[in-house]
């Protein structure tokens, strides 16, 4: 009998440590990693292919705007202009790392930029940006810099890896910004001048997707059109590329 009641306890007491032991962990108190390590892509591996200066062309910009030495492409921000890939993109995914080398610079990623738009700052040869998709590059800093300079709240953008359409359509992702008009970022992820940010985009049947520093923020659909060049844009600050690469999808 002894030995039956004993056993019946410690049953009883195992029965309640599983039990205490599962409250612990699924309130996160228990020992278990906080930062569990999140899917990757960093542009290696089959398909991908690596875009240097054979595979872009001049647009708008002046020709010293941007210069190929050491493994980056480097940008000194004037005029404002983009220079864009001799080949057009529908469906693919990019990879690359960029900095910005002054607080509050301001720079940016077009896809499928309309090949109109492109013909027409060609032959006008003035400052100015195309008609396509942005995805923003903004320093942090820029956000201070504009409410100092204009006296307004800047609540239109933000300076963490926006996705909108510029004279063409989409429709953003949530959050958005007060007017609709552009996917915000889920998270505030990018770094600040001087360090090095890393941007993943997925470009799939007029669909974009943002990744910032290897986490999703943002994004758009029901995109038109959903084929172009990809431009990469000068804007009033020196910036730098790195390790700009591309995947062409079905």
């Not at 059109?225 to 009033?236: A, I, M, N, Q, V």
Request: neutral net charge; charged residues 20%.
């Amino acid at each position: 009998m002894h030995s039956n009641h004993f056993g019946r306890s410690f049953l009883a007491l195992s029965a309640l440590a599983v039990v205490a032991i599962g409250a612990l962990v699924s309130t996160g108190y228990a020992d278990e990693p906080k930062d569990l390590p999140r899917a990757f892509i960093d542009g290696t591996g089959p398909g991908w292919t690596a875009l240097g200066e054979a595979d872009f062309t001049k647009v708008n910009s002046a020709d010293d705007t941007w210069s190929f030495k050491d493994g980056l492409i480097c940008c000194t921000g004037k005029p404002i202009s983009v220079m864009r890939t001799k080949k057009q993109f529908t469906n693919f995914e990019i990879n690359c790392q960029w900095r910005h080398l002054r607080p509050g610079g301001n720079s940016g990623i077009f896809v499928w930029t309309t090949p109109e738009s492109i013909e027409k700052l060609t032959k006008e040869g003035k400052p100015g940006l195309p008609s396509g998709i942005e995805v923003q590059v903004l320093d942090p800093a820029f956000l201070t810099n504009y409410e100092k300079k204009t006296g307004k709240k800047g609540t239109w953008f933000s300076c963490h890896g926006d996705v909108f359409p510029v004279r063409v359509k989409m429709t953003p992702f949530e959050p958005t910004s007060p007017s609709g008009s552009r996917s915000f970022p889920s998270e505030d992820r990018c770094r600040e001048s001087g360090q090095w940010n890393h941007y993943y985009a997925r470009c799939i049947n007029g669909e974009v997707r943002l990744w910032v520093n290897g986490k999703e923020v943002s994004g758009g659909t029901n995109c038109q059109p959903r084929t172009g060049y990809l431009c990469l844009e000068s804007e009033g600050s020196p910036i730098e590329f790195k390790n700009l690469v591309i995947r062409e999808l079905p």
